[in-house]
Nanobody
Framework: HAQLVESGGGLVRPGGSLTLSCAAS????????MGWYRQAPVKQRELVAT???????NYADSVKGRFTISRDYAKNTVFLQMNSPEPEDTAVYYC??????????WGQGTQVTVSP
């Protein structure tokens, strides 16, 4: 049974840092493209960052230079390092796995609140 489990969310002050983790079950292999998405209240879910099998990354313009996505293949875990977060980054953050066949899995989400 494929599963993604996010952790690391919480309250962070503007200008601080926070790291999110997404642990994938063994059925989600390294061939999957992994990504982080977020959804703020009354807004649509939007892409934050993705990392493909070869390590190629893609970021939303709003987080470029502040957030970094990375992947630990040995632990089958994806991370999102959030530096200098802003109140506008407050949202529920979701981990997504996209398989080579097009199959998609989502995690349950983790809340990130950026506030003084």
């Amino acid at each position: 049974h494929a599963q993604l489990v996010e952790s690391g969310g919480g309250l962070v002050r503007p200008g601080g840092s926070l790291t999110l983790s997404c642990a994938a079950s063994r059925s989600i292999s390294s061939s999957y493209t992994m990504g982080w998405y977020r959804q703020a209240p009354v807004k649509q879910r939007e892409l934050v960052a993705t990392i493909a099998r070869g390590g190629r990354t893609n970021y939303a313009d709003s987080v470029k230079g502040r957030f970094t996505i990375s992947r630990d293949y040995a632990k089958n875990t994806v991370f999102l390092q959030m530096n200098s977060p802003e109140p506008e980054d407050t949202a529920v953050y979701y981990c997504k796995a996209l398989g080579p066949t097009g199959i998609i899995y989502w995690g349950q989400g983790t809340q990130v609140t950026v506030s003084p």
